[in-house]
C-alpha cells in the first residue's frame, strides 16, 4: 500500500492530471480518512514548530489542531463552493484530495527544510517553484475530484477558497493564540 502512495505521490507531481484521475478512481476506505488527518495534522504542528519563529508557536499540539482544522475547513469549503461553481465533489473526496496533496506538500517542505540549511540561496527558488507547482497541481485535482469541464472554475474554486481559509486560519490561530497566553 505505502509503495502504490509513493508511486501516485510520483505520477502526481510529474502528471497531475493522471494522479488525480488515479486519485478519485482508487478505492478508499471511510476509516482511513480520520486516521490520515490527525497524522497530517500532528505532521505539520511538528514541521510548524521546527519552520516558524519561537514567538509564532505556541506549541506543537496547539499547531497541529490549528492544522487540523484548516486542512478540513479546506476541504468543506473547496466542496460547498466547486458545488457552487458546477462541481460534483463530495467532502469525502475533496478531503481525500486536500489529505493527499498535503502529504506532498510535507514531504517537499521536508526537502525544503534541508535544501535551505545546506544550500539557502537556493531554497528560496525551489520553495517558490514549489509553491507555483503546487497550486498547478491542486487546480488539476480540483478539476478532477469535481468533474468540472475546464481549469477555470477549478481556479475560481481555488480563489474563493483560499481567500476564506485565510480569514479562517486567522479566526482560529486568534482563539488558540489567546488560550495559550491566558496560560503563561
Do not use: C
Not at 482544522?69 to 484530495?97: D, E, H, N
Not at 475546464?150 to 482563539?175: D, E, M, P, W, Y
Amino acid at each position: 500500500m505505502m509503495k502504490d502512495w509513493l508511486e501516485l505521490m510520483r505520477i502526481s507531481v510529474i502528471d497531475p492530471r493522471r494522479g488525480a484521475a488515479e486519485l478519485m478512481a482508487s478505492p478508499w476506505p471511510e476509516a482511513a480518512t480520520p486516521v490520515l488527518l490527525a497524522l497530517v495534522a500532528v505532521l505539520n504542528g511538528i514541521l510548524y514548530t521546527l519552520i516558524l519563529p519561537p514567538g509564532m508557536v505556541f506549541s506543537p499540539i496547539a499547531m497541529a489542531v490549528v492544522a487540523g482544522g484548516i486542512i478540513w475547513l479546506s476541504a468543506w469549503l473547496l466542496t460547498k463552493v466547486g458545488q457552487y461553481m458546477g462541481g460534483g465533489g463530495t467532502l469525502p473526496a475533496l478531503l481525500r484530495m486536500v489529505l493527499f496533496l498535503q502529504v506532498i506538500r510535507i514531504f517537499a517542505q521536508v526537502a525544503l527544510l534541508v535544501l535551505s540549511v545546506l544550500v539557502p540561496p537556493i531554497a528560496a527558488i525551489v520553495s517558490l517553484a514549489a509553491g507555483i507547482w503546487g497550486i498547478f497541481m491542486m487546480v488539476y485535482f480540483l478539476t478532477e475530484a469535481h468533474g468540472f469541464d475546464n481549469r477555470l472554475k477549478a481556479l475560481g474554486t481555488l480563489g474563493v477558497v483560499f481567500v476564506a481559509t485565510i480569514v479562517a486560519a486567522s479566526v482560529l490561530l486568534s482563539l488558540v493564540g489567546g488560550a495559550a497566553l491566558t496560560e503563561i
